[in-house]
């Protein structure tokens, strides 16, 4: 498509030059906006077809009925240990992991 918008821009004369570009900034807006719900699609269907589970937050988790402990949850939360460079290893069952822009290395052993 850009292909062909490119063409039209050769083939105009001066006297449609105003309403083309007028009609060109529409057509940009328009192919962006189409560009962003294609990628915003995409990240949907691909988190759905991976099956990643419900997202949930650190706020609305009840340590009470956990033997977790919630200091040292709290303390990981801040991330700190990676600025560090500290390493963290962690046993989990199914739950995702959000790494938050940070160089993750995942292993399993069994």
Known sequence: MADCYADLQQQITPDIAADFESTGKILRQLLQAEAIERNIR???????AARFPVQRHLQG???SQSKIDQQLIH?????EFTAAAQNLAIA???SGIQHHDKK???G???
Request: hydrophobic share 35%; aromatic share 16%.
């Open 108 to 110: 399993s052993r069994h």
């Open 61 to 63: 988790f009840d340590f």
């Open 42 to 48: 995409s990240i949907r269907y691909q988190t759905q």
């Open 104 to 106: 993750v290395r995942f």
């Open 92 to 94: 989990i069952g199914t």
């Open 75 to 79: 303390q990981l939360a801040t991330q």
